[in-house]
């Protein structure tokens, strides 16, 4: 039998089944009881939250022959034609690859006939924002007055690309990221109905790469489960190319000595092993966000981060190397190391410099100390006052809230 991937096997069938996401499902559950559901719908959101697998679950109860409830049955023709995507009055669109206008014209010349089985043409559309102009125009005038058996569905990462037109005649729903919790609750689900062994705290870090997204964290567990047949620590590591912390451990002590010596052969050791630089300078920054996030959470940072009892105590063994204000500084320098590290030609010379500045920075001053001790200098003549008041001002760093929310932002 053709292996099927987990994204696609374990995709919710019943919206008893959808994680996370309560308020949509709420909303939408809702409007089938009652028979209400809007003629267009927009699902937004990053990539793998669950936009299309709203949109097919919705066509599925909203044409199932034999629905029990507000459920799809799962066993008539129609859910079955659905599930494989050879449904004909449930129309798949990519609007990545299928932009043009005559894609729309088939679709408008189309919603005049009815449903050949079910109850409704549904036109689900994802990626609708890549659509030409042309293709919204004409989408435009059937949403302006769509026959009453057709439906539209629409996906989309980006619905600040979409025409206002068209978003104010759908009803439109932003899907969240998943929590690191929610995602390692489901490749738990996943492995045990596999059989399969594993270590929780693989899942953990699977969950961390994910980022929020359970088809990449299913993708991601596909690739460990084909490299080896057991789910543990040191897989996950070795197929993924994961940096372990013990690196970024290794960094803090190197700090904390302020030894610079051992990083030209961290650098090395990453390469030759094979290692994602691109994944390990992300490493690093959840890293320093770590600290940032015990400088202000404290004792709460615990619960929030969702590390091991081991992690945490190192991490709070070495808080006292980076202040609030030094992470801040550091996680704005990563964010822009990161930028260049898409371009540089050599990216071991770009890690290394990127690793001496992380054990080389010191804590900026405050601003409070900075003003003191600028009150507390001897006089000087006024043009010398100018100069060295602005090569302190140089030396703060200062961060708005907004801007604290941004790093955070980018950095989550
Ligand atoms: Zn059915």
Redesign the pocket.
Known sequence: MEYEVLARKFRPQLFSEVIGQKNILQTLMNALAKNRIAHAYLFSGPKGVGKTTFARLLA?AL?????EGIE?????????EIAKSISMDVIEIDGASNRGIDEIRKIKENVGYAASSGNYKIYIIDEVHMLTKEAFNALLKTLEEPPSHVKFFFATTHPSKLPTTIISRCQRFALERFSTSMITEKLETILKSLTIEYEKSALLLIANVADGSMRDAESLLDQVIAFESKVNRANVIESLGIVEKKELYFLDELKRVQNIGPVFELTQKLITSGKDLNLFLEDLMQHIRHYLIIAILKEKATEFLQESTQDMEIYFKNQDLYSKELCLYLLEYLIQSQERFHFTSNKQVLLEVILLEIIQSQKPKRFEDLLDNMQQQPKAKPQEKKKMSQNKMDTIIRFSQVELEGILKKTT
């Open positions: 599925k044409n199932c022959q034999q629905k799809p049955c799962n066993t008539c023709s129609s859910c079955k």
